[in-house]
């Protein structure tokens, strides 16, 4: 400003003269308004208008850059010292945080051991004390899967044939990017984009709506709701995915149930928290196990490569896990990566693909893989005896390091093989008894959501809630950067007088109030984006619908948004003096609580329309900027340019929080210059000041005079706070239509909000 104001000199108009008008055209008899004028003359210097208005004297101006010279070396200086001495986050499992055992839990914890105990004195180790045991046959015949690409289409998955029984746990191997995680996305109905083509079938009959309700997929990430205990996310499993008939008492009765089949006896009270702070990979491994066994699944269970970044101990007890269940009647279908002999014995069945999606092998493994190796050896490829089998095949197929055995493609090898057309046969006669046992008729219950709306919408919102108080990072840096900012900009301006000066100061507090909105927006969005992640899970599973998360997310933040307000509230108003009458007090913190309200609704509404939290912070700084741009007082309205004034203006949400709160503090509020701020001229000779300015205050100009009687005026440019609001169209008579336009933002927020949660979805698979 020094360097900008030095060399300009400012001309008056006839808006800032006083007096101005028809008969009054003498400067000599005028002063101006603006800061750092002189008596007699309309043109001001830079330099005195800076040095009235602000304090800032034009010699300081390179004392000033060799200050900001200094501050950028200090905190480089700093920067690098701090980056050196403080290391963050050493990486690793350091905690594991249990909730506190009350009388329920402590009852269901001692049922538990004393389970174990019995279990641990049993020779046999299979299976489980209650039925989950499926009956139903999956089957794909010729399946093919085609995605889009720039060039037309691409096929990842080609005419592939198979099954999955009950008792049986089957195999999905291939090399990395053979299409494991594809095809099984495919059989469990997870994609949403590409063509699917060919025959995937239960019992013979194509799977209805409530095929992915009675499926349960366990992903690769273990994507959990980080604040929730293991018997918790259990549970909330079990009363979303389970049928609603089922009473709440027998749900968390098969909970328990999972638990101890799944050993996570220690661990049922433990907070899953997050790698770091919380449980170790195997066991979070087995909590996504458990949370799908806890849907109680009607049909089948696949799993994503479970033993992943796994150690070999706790790879062996995963699939340990698994066998049990395979044992007690469960259907599953599970991705391995490169399982050692010991891991590869366990299972019963084996779908082997090759790159391009094509496949090499379906059928039974045999004891020591001897069924598997006699397919290879019919074919020319032997096995050596020190060999890992699971190693060898991939290696054999040319999905290994090494070169492919034999000169023919192994696919091919497989299309024209028996076995293909024994796989074949063995599909139809499955069918053919499915079809005969489960009858020609429908399931009766066809329902995509197991759970109804209204019960969705309590269970989601009961666990966000539980989450939002377990989390007290979130919600302390939230009001602590509240109150911060109310006291810092309250003790800035502490006990504002009456004086022309604090109306300005008055607007710039008031002007305080949209930093919140910044604030907010950086902590609300990666909060969703987290959320959303555990979502699209829990959607995928057909858990519960999009409404219901979107609403939680709302309704959790509401307490908090409270108590921001009113940390907020409370110094920002009070501590510089503003009207205190009910009428005045509580419209202001209306329009603050709307301001919380607008703020939270805003960031969900952006994070619900980006692909990521990382997208929607670079977006807000353009949002809040233009913003406060465009409300009316870094740029009065009068000086925006019309293009934006007229539609830009007034679309602002800021406008009517600005407006309607201005005018609610200056509204009559009365005005007493300071003698620094009085403009001093002398009336015309003979003449009064009072009988001079006469004719300027009957038109309606704004101000006073301290004395009518002299010939030496002294004059004060406000009377009452409307006087200054009032050129700024600001009128105090729209302040409640001012709150109602701000309150319509918020409910716009909310509706896109919904509708963003509703149709977006940038979980792409």
Not at 580 to 607: D, K, N
Not at 663 to 678: F, G, I, K, N, Q
Request: aromatic fraction near 12%.
């Amino acid at each position: 400003m020094s360097n900008e104001f030095k060399r300009v000199t400012l001309t008056c108009t006839d808006s800032s003269l006083v007096p101005s008008g028809p008969g009054y055209g003498d400067i000599a008899h005028q002063a101006c308004t603006v800061p750092g004028s002189v008596p007699g003359t309309d043109l001001i210097p830079g330099d005195s208008y800076l040095r009235q208005a602000f304090q800032f004297e034009t010699y300081d101006l390179w004392r000033n850059y060799g200050l900001i010279l200094v501050l950028i070396t200090f905190f480089l200086v700093l920067n690098t010292i701090l980056s050196e001495k403080l290391v963050w986050g050493a990486g690793g499992k350091t905690v594991t945080y249990f909730a506190k055992e009350d009388k329920e839990r402590k009852t269901l914890n001692d049922k538990l051991m004393e389970k174990r105990k019995r279990r641990q004195f049993k020779e046999k180790d299979e299976g489980s004390d209650f039925d989950i045991a499926s009956k139903a046959v999956l089957t794909w015949e010729n399946l093919c899967y085609d995605v889009p690409v720039p060039s037309g289409q691409l096929r990842l998955l080609k005419n592939i044939f198979g099954y999955v029984k009950p008792g049986s746990l089957t195999a999905l191997m291939g090399a990395s990017g053979a299409g494991k995680t594809t095809l099984l996305d495919v059989l469990a109905r997870r994609k949403n984009i590409g063509t699917i083509s060919g025959d995937v079938l239960v019992d013979g009959i194509a799977p209805g709506t409530a095929f992915q309700r009675g499926t349960s997929y366990a992903e690769q990430q273990d994507v959990h709701e980080a604040t929730q205990t293991v018997r918790e996310a259990l549970r909330f499993s079990a009363e979303l995915r389970q049928p609603f008939e089922v009473s709440r008492d027998e749900k968390y009765n098969y909970v328990e149930e999972v638990i101890s089949l799944l050993e996570m006896e220690e661990i049922a009270d433990a907070i899953i928290g997050s790698p770091e702070t919380g449980l170790a990979v195997e066991q979070r491994k087995r909590v996504t196990i458990g949370v799908e066994l806890a849907a109680k699944p009607e049909l089948l269970l696949f799993l994503d490569e479970p033993t992943s970044g796994l150690d070999s101990q706790s790879a062996f007890n995963i699939v340990r896990f698994l066998k049990k269940l395979a044992a007690a009647g469960q259907c599953i279908l599970c991705t391995i990566h490169q399982p050692n002999s010991h891991l590869f014995e366990n299972f019963d069945r084996l779908l082997l693909l090759q790159r391009g999606g094509e496949c090499v092998y379906f059928g039974d493994i045999g004891h020591d893989a001897n069924v598997l190796l006699e397919y290879f050896r019919k074919n020319g490829a032997h096995c050596p005896p020190d060999a890992n089998p699971a190693e060898w095949m991939l290696d054999a197929v040319g999905a290994g390091m090494s070169q492919r055995i034999g000169d023919r493609d192994w696919g091919e090898r497989w299309r024209e093989s028996a076995e293909l057309a024994n796989v074949k046969d063995d599909i139809s006669q499955m069918k053919a008894s499915r079809m005969q046992a489960v009858g020609s008729d429908s399931k009766a219950d066809e329902r995509e959501y197991a759970a109804p709306l209204w019960h969705q919408i309590k269970i989601v919102n009961k666990r966000m809630h539980i989450a939002f108080w377990r989390s007290p990072d979130y919600g302390f840096t939230r009001f602590f950067n509240h109150i911060a900012i109310a006291l810092t900009a309250g003790l800035s301006y502490l006990n504002l007088d009456d004086s022309r000066s604090s109306l300005q100061q008055r607007i710039f507090v008031i002007f305080q109030s949209v930093v919140v909105p910044a604030l907010i927006l950086a902590q609300v969005e990666p909060k969703y984006d987290l959320s959303r992640l555990i979502f699209y899970r829990e959607s995928a599973a057909k858990a519960y619908q999009q409404f219901p998360f979107a609403l939680s997310m709302v309704l959790a933040e509401m307490p908090y948004s409270v108590l921001c307000a009113v940390g907020f509230f409370l110094p920002i108003y009070f501590m510089p003096g503003f009207l205190t009458s009910p009428s005045r007090a509580g419209y202001q913190f209306f329009m603050i609580l709307l301001l919380e309200l607008f703020s939270v609704t805003l960031g969900q509404t952006i994070a619900a329309l980006t692909p990521s939290a990382f997208i929607a912070l670079l977006l807000n700084p353009f949002i809040t900027v233009v913003f406060a741009l465009f409300c009316g007082v870094t740029v009065p309205p009068p000086q925006i340019p019309g293009f934006w004034r007229s539609w830009l203006y007034q679309l602002d949400p800021f406008t009517r929080l600005i407006g309607g709160m201005v005018v609610t503090e200056l509204h009559d509020r009365s005005v007493v210059c300071t003698p620094a701020e009085l403009n001093t001229f002398t009336s015309p000779a003979g003449t009064s000041c009072g009988d001079y300015m006469a004719n300027f205050f009957a038109d309606g100009g704004p101000g006073y005079l301290v004395d009518n009687a002299t010939e030496l005026c002294q004059y004060c440019a406000y009377k009452i706070g409307d006087e200054f609001s009032q050129p700024l169209g600001l009128e105090f008579g729209n302040r409640w239509r001012d709150l109602g336009v701000f309150a319509a933002f918020v409910i716009s927020n909310l509706f896109l909000l919904f509708l963003g949660s509703r149709y977006l979805n940038f979980n792409r698979r």
